[in-house]
């Protein structure tokens, strides 16, 4: 059973950092694209970051140059390191696969940024 577990989450000040890690059983690491989700309070859930098979990467305009998504295959796990964290990064992030699968979705670990 393919499964995501997401980990790292947090209460940080704003300016802090968090680095996320999500990790994967299974194929579905190997051969997929990735991304990192997130949802707040309220809102629907949005696309922050993915990485490609072969490493390509892309951000969502609003975390550019503060987030940084990556991948370790010996390890089977894929990162979010978040920097100057602002308040409005408040949310609920999760892991799956890019684009996502309604099968894959975890249970999220919460990043709160509050001073």
């Known amino acids: 059973q393919v499964q995501l577990v997401e980990s790292g989450g947090g209460l940080v000040q704003p300016g802090g950092s968090l680095r996320l890690s999500c990790a994967a059983s299974?194929?579905?690491?190997?051969?997929?694209?990735m991304g990192w989700y997130r949802q707040a309070p309220g809102k629907q859930r949005e696309l922050v970051a993915t990485?490609?098979?072969?490493?390509?990467?892309n951000y969502a305009d609003s975390v550019k140059g503060r987030f940084t998504i990556s991948r370790d295959y010996a390890r089977n796990t894929v990162y979010l390191q978040m920097n100057s964290l602002k308040p409005e990064d408040t949310a609920v992030y999760y892991c799956?696969?890019?684009?996502?699968?309604?099968?894959?979705w975890g249970q999220g670990t919460q990043v709160t940024v509050s001073s």
């Open positions: 799956n696969k890019d684009p996502s699968s309604p099968a894959y």
């Open positions: 299974g194929t579905i690491f190997v051969f997929s694209a």
């Open positions: 990485i490609s098979s072969v490493g390509t990467t």
